[in-house]
T-cell receptor, first 115, second 113 residues
Framework: DSGVTQTPKHLITATGQRVTLRCSPR?????VYWYQQSLDQGLQFLIH???????AKGNILERFSAQQFPDLHSELNLSSLELGDSALYFC??????????????FGPGTRLTVT | AQSVTQLGSHVSVSEGALVLLRCNYS??????LFWYVQYPNQGLQLLLK??????LVKGINGFEAEFKKSETSFHLTKPSAHMSDAAEYFC???????????FGPGTRLSVLP
């Protein structure tokens, strides 16, 4: 158990809908990262938050957004869903940001299926 | 920009045989390197990390990796494969200039009885 929790575990929704994925980092970790894992694209970095502020963006679509709240949990919002958005979405947390060696601890993931 | 390549999307070994999973990176600055393992329907778990200390890094479950700067490699090895090692393995790189992790495409390891 990494200490990172993600809810829900599974989500099935229809095209055009909007969903919210939730992540709680390990106790004390200030950084939260979101990743998308699909068979054709592999593990893709989406976005990084540190202590409530966005730090870096990766391959995140404009239809997707995220935020990190004062209690450090994070939410990833996916809107106008398309079939191609079906994937595993992972959250990871780490103690620091930037110039550090802190590894990332991954949650169990949310499997999103868009029908 | 950083990048990671993993030679071989699928590797099969017999139980008890040597495991060798290859990782090559490119980074314009000294990298930090990581190996993660993903078991079916689970998240990624850290196996080991290189952070510019010893070039030979020992991790969990009997795995180790050697950082070779001249070859820009960080190959993962285990002397004797066990059935429980069957999983997907990801190599990742980050540098100390605030850039985020870049993961390789992964190598699926199968262990044959």
């Amino acid at each position: 158990d990494s200490g990172v929790t993600q809810t829900p575990k599974h989500l099935i929704t229809a095209t055009g809908q909007r969903v919210t994925l939730r992540c709680s980092p390990r106790s004390g970790d200030l950084s939260v990262y979101w990743y998308q894992q699909s068979l054709d694209q592999g593990l893709q970095f989406l976005i990084h938050y540190y202590n409530g502020e966005e730090r870096a963006k990766g391959n995140i679509l404009e239809r997707f957004s995220a935020q990190q709240f004062p209690d450090l949990h994070s939410e990833l919002n996916l809107s106008s869903l398309e079939l191609g958005d079906s994937a595993l979405y992972f959250c990871a947390s780490s103690a620091g940001q930037g110039a550090d060696t802190y590894e990332q601890y991954f949650g169990p993931g949310t499997r999103l299926t868009v029908t | 920009a950083q990048s990671v390549t993993q030679l071989g999307s699928h590797v099969s070994v017999s139980e008890g045989a040597l495991v060798l999973l290859r990782c090559n990176y490119s980074s314009s600055v000294p990298p930090y390197l990581f190996w993660y393992v993903q078991y079916p329907n689970q998240g990624l778990q850290l196996l080991l990390k290189y952070t510019s200390a010893a070039t030979l890094v020992k991790g969990i479950n009997g795995f180790e990796a050697e950082f070779k700067k001249s070859e820009t490699s960080f190959h993962l090895t285990k002397p004797s494969a066990h059935m429980s090692d069957a999983a997907e393995y990801f190599c990742a790189v980050r540098n100390n200039y605030g850039q985020n992790f870049v993961f390789g495409p992964g190598t699926r390891l199968s262990v044959l009885p």
